[in-house]
């Protein structure tokens, strides 16, 4: 069962867009939602992360816009650069006491163009 | 964030052999996972490395083909058991950094071991 949808699959952006990456949960347990940025053959690095408890967490260019009861949580790039082109992962967990044991979205590629 | 390294990197093994891959942190964890990766999709998780006692596993994950071994709050390993074709991904461990401040447990992942089974 597929407990944290993610779409798209892929994404093109031009350079300087904005780059909008959406995942949507089932459990209403999870309590920790992050995104991850992997780029080839290295392991994914948390980009950015958010709580239920605020509705956006702006970081830099990434922002995490979440919606507590449409079971939604969206990335959003501003500016987008060519250097962003990677693999995003969404993942959701629920913290205990036996660790934060995170189920990870599909993946979306983006590819941002000159 | 902790600095992690595993290795081998990558390995290219024989059907019906075993793979040992080894996770470093540069600092006391408190919790270790271990993922895998098929090639392009997503990660999913083998099992939680336990300090001082047996790993607990995920639901289609057992010891026998994943054995984890976790000696101390900064070293675990992994072995891949009776390699077929299938077992062919990355693997990757992960900790847990606690953050005080707000609770979060921010995880961290390492490079990966890319494991190809012929």
């Known amino acids: 069962q597929q407990q944290v949808k993610q779409s798209p699959q892929s994404l093109i952006v031009q350079k300087g867009g904005i780059s909008i990456i959406n995942c949507a949960y089932e459990?209403?347990?999870?309590?920790?939602f992050p995104w991850y940025q992997q780029f080839p053959g290295k392991g994914p690095a948390l980009l950015i992360a958010i709580r239920p408890d605020v509705s956006e967490k702006k970081e830099g260019r990434f922002t995490i816009s979440f919606n507590k009861s449409a079971k939604q949580f969206s990335l959003h790039i501003m500016d987008s650069q060519p250097g962003d082109s990677a693999t995003y992962f969404c993942?959701?967990?629920?913290?205990?006491?036996?660790?934060?044991?995170?189920?990870f979205g599909t993946g979306t590629q983006l590819k941002v163009e000159l | 964030s902790a600095v992690i390294s595993q290795k081998p990197s990558r390995d290219i093994c024989q059907r019906g052999t075993s793979l040992t891959i080894q996770c470093q942190v540069d600092s006391q964890v408190t919790m270790m996972f271990w993922y895998r990766q098929q090639p392009g999709q997503s990660l999913t998780l083998i099992a939680t490395a336990n300090q001082g006692s047996e790993a607990t596993y995920e639901s289609g994950f057992v010891i026998d083909k994943f054995p984890i071994s976790r000696p101390n709050l900064t070293f675990s390993t992994l072995t891949v058991s009776n390699m077929s074709p299938e077992d062919s991904s990355i693997y990757l461990c992960?900790?847990?950094?606690?953050?005080?401040?707000?609770?979060?447990?921010?995880?961290?992942f390492g490079p990966g071991t890319r494991l190809t089974v012929l």
């Open positions: 993942a959701a967990s629920r913290i205990t006491g036996g660790g934060n044991k995170l189920t």
């Open positions: 992960s900790v847990e950094s606690l953050k005080a401040v707000v609770s979060y447990n921010e995880q961290f």
């Open positions: 459990n209403t347990a999870f309590d920790y």
